[in-house]
């Protein structure tokens, strides 16, 4: 009999509808460790595949017979065979189709603001931590930090009945490739960056974000400020909209700052991201939401389905947003940031346009999660 | 290195190495070597795993173009 495949989108809606789920990971110890499909409330065990070839009833013990067990691998084909396996046995079972390669590419958009005049719209792509955002007002849309698979937008934009008019990149990404410039070449619309972290690229076309005080999405509806927040790198921009929404890049997060060391020079970096937090974005309100372009943990997601919080919030949870000691913050910051994204040279060679791959190449440079978060407890 | 069992398992993809893998150790007689190629990149951590998992030693591996090869002796 055919196992029941499991697409990520079905997947999903299955880990949000409360429904009781059990997740087989039967990729090998070391790469279920390093990064697997996590969600509140979803139980999820690692029993490798090549388990499976031992004809051993022990590796059934503690697979539930009354919960859909959903089996997950690298690209679907040891999840299938066990799946098969387990079928035979009887368990009530699918499998991920095309595995945690699919999964690695799924966006899931949540709208966290819908007034009269302006919609916002998050897209989590959660396998990777990676945010990015939709600007809508007047029938017209702004995209920031766009990842590269540039139909989720496409398509958003048509469901919504808009057209992307400005695409931007709050920064030179490391961990994941930009949509940006290739979003902009196919609606026809503005591509910004800061022109500091583009210095020497070649190739690509871009606005540079620093001569722009203001974009204007719709009339006069969504005022969007570019405000100048380095420390992730030279030259990160945050982005206001409404004076209310801080689409805040890789500066500052949910559960912290964005790690100051992947152009070599943390402790300079760590400085530029001091005058960020005291000088910079001290200005802005304790009711300021802040929407970062990632997240580090699961938890991150607020209860109303989104990556957000107030600043007062993290101001009240972050230590290091209260270290207003100069040294100590950057000895904080500078000296905590652990492994380095996966690819990230490389990745960042291919943002600037100096490097070209294939889609194929692509996937396989992004897989694995984000790691441009520095985490203090 | 002198192998007592070559396995092809170039252009297979995962599960199959590992499948193949086992089926043929599984007619080898302890201490014997099993040499497997493969094509798939995947098979690199998945089978420094098995060959832990099922307590047999990895006594050599190495890779040209695009080839790995993995030597495997037998508990």
């Not at chain 1, 931007?168 to 979003?183: K, V």
């Not at chain 1, 400020?225 to 801080?246: E, K, R, Y």
């Not at chain 1, 230590?319 to 990230?344: D, I, Q």
């Amino acid at each position: 009999m055919a196992v029941a495949t499991i697409n990520s989108q079905e997947l999903h809606n299955k880990i949000n509808s409360g429904e009781s789920i059990f997740i087989l990971d039967v990729r090998n110890p070391s790469d279920f460790n390093d990064w697997k499909i996590e969600a509140q409330h979803l139980v999820s065990v690692n029993i490798p595949y090549f388990d499976f070839l031992e004809e051993d009833d022990a590796v059934y013990q503690g697979l539930p017979h009354d919960t859909e067990i959903v089996v997950i691998c690298a690209k679907g084909g040891s999840a299938q065979m066990v799946a098969e396996q387990l079928d035979e046995k009887g368990y009530h079972v699918s499998f991920l189709e095309l595995g945690m390669l699919e999964w690695s590419q799924f966006y899931n958009p949540v709208t966290v603001y819908e007034g009269e005049n302006m919609k916002l719209i998050q897209l989590n792509r959660l396998a990777k931590g990676c945010l990015s955002y939709m600007v809508i007002s007047g029938g017209e849309a702004l995209v920031v930090d766009a990842n590269r698979h540039v139909d989720e937008y496409t398509k958003l934009a048509v469901s919504e009945n808009v057209q992307i008019k400005h695409v931007l990149d709050t920064h030179l990404h490391a961990d994941h490739i930009s949509g940006g410039a290739e979003l902009a070449k196919a609606t026809g619309a503005q591509y910004y960056i800061s022109s500091s972290e583009m210095q020497g690229a070649t190739g690509l076309d871009y606005k540079p974000l620093e001569q722009f005080e203001a974009l204007k999405v719709g009339a006069v509806e969504a005022k969007v400020l570019a405000i100048p927040t380095p420390g992730h790198t030279p030259g990160s921009t945050s982005v206001l909209v409404n004076d209310q929404f801080l689409l805040s890049g890789d500066t500052i997060f949910v559960g912290g700052l964005g790690r100051p060391d992947l152009g070599g020079k943390a402790r300079e970096w760590a400085q530029s991201l001091y005058d960020t937090v005291f000088t910079k974005v001290a200005n802005l309100s304790d009711e300021t939401v802040v929407l970062p372009t990632h997240f580090a943990d699961i938890k991150e997601i607020n209860d109303n389905g989104y990556v957000g919080a107030t600043l007062g919030a993290i101001r009240a949870s972050n230590e290091v947003m209260r270290t207003e000691n100069r040294e100590a913050f950057t000895e904080m910051v500078a000296g905590a940031s652990g492994a380095t994204p996966p690819n990230f040279e490389e990745i960042v060679g291919i943002n600037r346009g100096d490097i070209h791959v294939t889609p194929e190449k692509a996937t396989e440079l992004e897989i694995g999660p984000n790691r441009c978060a520095v985490h203090h407890s | 290195m002198q192998a007592d069992l070559v396995v092809d398992a170039k252009g297979l993809s995962c599960p199959m190495p590992i499948v193949k893998a086992k089926k043929s150790i599984d007619t080898l007689s302890s201490g014997q070597v099993m040499q497997l190629e493969a094509t798939d990149k995947g098979a690199v951590n998945d089978f420094q795993a098995w060959v832990k998992q099922t307590g047999n030693e990895m006594v050599h591996m190495d890779e040209e173009n695009g080839v790995y090869r993995f030597f495997v002796k037998k508990a």
